[in-house]
């Protein structure tokens, strides 16, 4: 057993397998540690994490992504239709950490919490460490102010004849999320208030009866109960136990955001630690970016699902949506510039952070650094002092690119419409 090394994470989902595979592909001697007991499910995946995961060539050889499946949504009169992938979770997540594995982490099967200077694992050894990244999802002790309580209720339904497609339908209880995949089978997952009358099979069943009426008859698997409220973000405490993914904030599963949530935490925890390798004085730089990033994130993803369940109308005296009406806060999901303003704010540059300047736009309410390689408050600068001919003069043939980027950025932009 090694009984020292550079970071250890706890962990090995999506948020704690890229948090290991960034460091050893930083140099640093990485542990991770899980107990590899993932329940299969289904989960959604967006375009933005479907795209970095490939770019990265981690999914190279993954096959257990499917779609894109058409979407139908059943809520607050909407009745759209659109189209998306879904991954099986505990594939992806052992996926990735054989990914992490190849990168030189050591993969040690085992449970563990932070300790003093390090890890303890079930058994009782302790491992050394200078840094642990908690990955353990909603496992680690919630340290934020936490939402109504909530519970997922999920398993596999047995049936025939349901075209492949996703569905999403409101009912007075709570929301049901159903994915028929293409080779028949068909998983289904509840959103109700913790505190119900029944078993979990007979919860679940009695949303899908309501939800989905032609599988009121179809028999359930084994159904996985899982707590999810959702949680908000405590302030960082000890700059040698950084949280990343659920452990640092659940996101609303409404907002459709938790995969990449974690997958983004990873990447910025990552440059906080290169940041406080490569310039020790940094640590209070380090903390605001951490602090602000988070309850930013979290509150704005919060506010989006609170939005979405103000929508629907048809079940507003219902518990489970008054109960929820009101989290967190009555403010709205952005605060969008009234018009561009040039602000300082912390960003990643060449994998380090540092404090400049950044134009905050309708599109970009926490600002953008750039519009590719070139300065994107200095973009707006020149734009407001010449247009376009300002603009030529500067950057010559790539003028016209810029201008087309900043004028989508300050275009006035719908942000009222929450999307699931």
């Known amino acids: 057993m090694v009984c020292r090394t550079d970071l250890i994470v706890l962990g090995g989902g999506p948020a704690g397998a890229v948090s290991a595979w960034l460091a050893a592909r930083d140099g640093l001697s990485v542990l991770l540690i899980d107990p590899d007991r993932q329940t299969p499910r289904v989960e959604g995946l967006s375009p933005r994490l479907h795209h970095w995961l490939a770019t990265q060539g981690l999914l190279e050889g993954f096959t257990a992504i499917r779609g894109p499946l058409r979407r139908q949504v059943d809520w607050a009169g909407i009745s759209e239709s659109n189209s998306e992938h879904v991954v099986l979770r505990g594939a ?161 599963p409404l907002s459709g955001h938790g995969q990449f949530w974690a997958v983004s935490s990873a990447l910025a925890v990552a440059a906080v630690r290169r940041t406080l390798a490569a310039h020790p004085g940094s640590g209070q730089l380090c903390r605001r970016f951490l602090d602000s990033r988070a309850r930013e994130t979290a509150l704005h993803q919060a506010r989006i699902g609170r939005d979405f369940l103000r929508a629907e109308t048809r079940f507003q005296d219902a ?32 994998g380090l952070l540092t404090e400049r300047e950044v134009l905050r736009t309708v599109r970009a309410p926490s600002g953008i650094g750039w519009f590719g390689s070139v300065p994107a408050p200095e973009v707006w600068r020149l734009w407001q002092q010449g247009g376009a001919e300002a603009l030529a003069a500067r950057w010559g043939v790539a003028a016209p690119a810029l201008a087309r980027r900043l004028l989508d950025e300050i275009a006035p932009h719908d942000t009222t419409r929450a999307s699931v």
Not at 205 to 232: C, F, T
Not at 328 to 348: G, H, K
Request: with cysteine; glycine share 8%; aromatic share 4%.
């Open 92 to 252: 992806l997540d052992a996926h990735l950490r054989r990914m992490a594995v190849t990168e030189g982490v050591r993969l040690i099967v085992a449970s563990g919490r932070p300790a003093p200077g390090g890890v303890e694992l079930s058994d009782g050894t302790h491992i050394a460490a200078p840094m642990v990244i908690d990955a353990r999802g909603r496992k680690a002790p919630a340290a934020g102010t936490s939402g109504p309580a909530t519970i997922a209720l999920s398993g596999w339904v047995k049936a025939k004849a349901v075209a492949p497609g996703v569905r999403l339908t409101a009912v007075a209880q709570g929301w049901l999320w159903r994915v028929a995949l293409p080779d028949g089978r068909i998983w289904a997952q509840a959103l109700l208030d913790a505190v119900g009358k029944g078993s979990p099979a007979d919860r679940l069943h009695g949303i899908i009866s309501k939800a989905e009426p032609v599988l009121a008859a179809a028999p359930l698997g084994q159904v996985l109960a899982r707590e999810a409220a959702l949680r908000l973000p405590a302030p960082l405490a000890d700059m040698s136990l950084l949280r990343v993914g659920d452990a640092l904030a659940a996101m609303d």
């Open 319 to 350: 518990p489970f949506w008054t109960a929820r009406r009101a989290f967190p806060d009555d403010e709205p999901a952005s605060d969008v510039p009234q018009c561009p303003a040039i602000i300082n704010a912390i960003v990643v540059e060449n």
